[in-house]
Antibody, heavy 119, light 112 residues
């Protein structure tokens, strides 16, 4: 079945950094790409980033390019999102999700971790 | 970026009655490999999203058969044949034909 558990959220001042983690279990982590998707308070879903199963490629939405870095450690079954130069509009619940590459969809989602950017 | 537009944004439905949600993309979602990568997700109150449908019409594992997806090109539909109380939530379409992946605004399904 598989499970994803995010951590690392919190309250941070504008301009500061935060690193989110997403620990996977119950499936072969190294065989799957991983996404981060966020949801601002009361808003819809926004795709943030994708990393290939082996870490060889990363894709980002324009609003986070140059500020966020997605990475993974397959030995720890963990995907990360390093968030730098945080802004108020980065405030959101951040979900990690497993990528079914052959079907181009996201089939397993974590419960999310909340990031609040505020002075 | 591909813009996904859902209608309606709110759908009050009587229990046991059908519901339908439309999703239109600003560009064709036919991928270079010939497939169309349109998914539907459900987000119940206070919960993370859950995959319902992938590749337009394929129900994901464990999804009740009252959910069905259809469409082609730029126009897609999610139908619930008979709405149950547990179906309350927000429904999103999502395209994965090109980066960045994008979602519709969401449709709030509520019981009358």
């Amino acid at each position: 079945q598989g499970q994803l558990v995010e951590s690392g959220g919190g309250v941070v001042q504008p301009g500061r950094s935060l690193r989110l983690s997403c620990a996977a279990s119950g499936f072969t982590f190294s065989s799957h790409g991983m996404h981060w998707v966020r949801q601002a308070p009361g808003k819809g879903l926004e795709w943030v980033a994708l990393i290939w199963f082996d870490g060889s490629k990363q894709y980002y939405t324009d609003s986070v390019k140059g500020r966020f870095i997605i990475s993974r450690d397959n030995s720890k079954s963990t995907v990360y999102l390093q968030m730098n130069s945080l802004r108020a509009d980065d405030t959101a619940v951040y979900y990690c999700a497993r990528y079914l590459g052959l079907l181009l969809t996201l089939d397993i989602w974590g419960q999310g971790t909340t990031v609040t950017v505020s002075s | 970026d591909i813009v996904m537009t859902q209608t309606p944004l709110s759908s009050p439905v009587t229990l046991g009655q059908p519901a339908s949600i439309s999703c239109r993309s600003s560009q064709s979602l036919i991928h270079s490999d010939g497939d169309t990568y349109l998914s539907w997700l459900q987000q119940r109150p206070g919960q993370p999203p859950r995959l319902l449908i992938y590749k337009i019409s394929n129900r994901f594992s464990g999804v009740p058969d009252r959910f069905s997806g259809s469409g082609a090109g730029t126009d897609f539909t999610l139908k619930i044949s008979r709405v149950e109380a547990e179906d309350v939530g927000i429904y999103y379409c999502m395209q994965a034909a090109q980066f960045p992946f994008t979602f519709g605004q969401g449709t709030n399904l509520e019981i009358k």
